[in-house]
Structures are given as structure tokens and as C-alpha cells.
């Protein structure tokens, strides 16, 4: 998608912490290989695979093992997706949402229509300083 190199870029130098949380049949380095090529392979601090972690979102094992990984309560956490399971599985844990690309039926606390847009959500908002303890998942 458009933005995204720059905007988790932006995150990264804005003091945040970013994670991700895939399901994926395919081994992690694939997954990786993938997120290079998009220009985003190196700015992870997390990553958490469902084919590791042996559970699917919206699984609460796997957000947890994503927020132990990071050094974070939920409530710290911000999780950006686009399945409405997804997000809700986050919801539930009492992670802050934002539904990006997302599904018609999909419920977060915060809506983008452009990746970019991430940059200016109320939790996040790199334009009017930066709570540099609640990473974006």
C-alpha cells in the first residue's frame, strides 16, 4: 500500500515500537523476504508468526505473545488491521484498534482510509508529540 515505508518509518523515529502479528502457513523468512521487498523488512521489533506460535488471530495467545515479546501491557498497544476477527480478538485483550483496508463489518476505535493517515489517529498523532510508550501493533 502506498505510505507504508514512510509512515512506519515515521513511527520508528517517533520512538515507537512496531510489531507484527501474521498468519501465515509460510516460514517467517519468506514472510520477511516479502516485507523487504516492500521496504519495511528492518524496522521490527516484534514479530510473531502463527506458524511458530502454533494459534491464529483472534486467538488471545497470540497478541500476548507479541505484547511479551515488546515489554507491553494491552493497554499500551495499538493494533492496526483489517479483518474484523482480527481486530476484534485485539479489542478483546483491551488493545486500541485502528481498521485499516478493512472488512465492511469491521469495529475499531479508529478508522484510516490511507496508511499515512495512521500518523495522525489521537493515539498515535506524530504532529502533536508522541507518547513514546504505546507502540503501534
Not at 50 to 67: H, N, Q, W
Request: net charge negative; hydrophobic share 45%; glycine share 8%.
Amino acid at each position: 500500500f502506498e505510505g507504508v515505508p514512510e509512515t512506519l518509518a515515521a513511527l520508528k523515529s517517533a520512538g515507537f515500537m512496531l510489531g507484527i502479528i501474521t498468519d501465515t502457513a509460510a516460514p517467517l523468512s519468506t514472510k520477511l523476504e516479502w516485507f523487504e521487498r516492500g521496504g519495511f523488512g528492518n524496522c521490527w521489533d516484534s514479530i510473531v508468526s502463527s506458524k511458530e506460535v502454533g494459534v491464529r488471530k483472534p486467538d488471545p495467545m497470540i497478541y500476548e505473545a507479541a505484547l511479551q515479546q515488546l515489554g507491553i501491557t494491552a493497554a499500551q498497544a495499538i493494533f492496526v488491521g483489517h479483518k474484523a476477527v482480527e481486530l476484534n480478538g485485539a479489542r478483546a485483550l483491551g488493545i486500541k484498534t485502528v481498521a485499516f483496508n478493512y472488512e465492511q463489518d469491521a469495529t475499531a476505535d479508529y478508522y484510516i482510509e490511507k496508511f499515512s493517515d495512521l500518523l495522525m489517529v489521537p493515539l498515535i498523532s506524530v504532529n502533536a508529540g508522541l507518547n513514546e510508550n504505546a507502540p503501534a501493533n
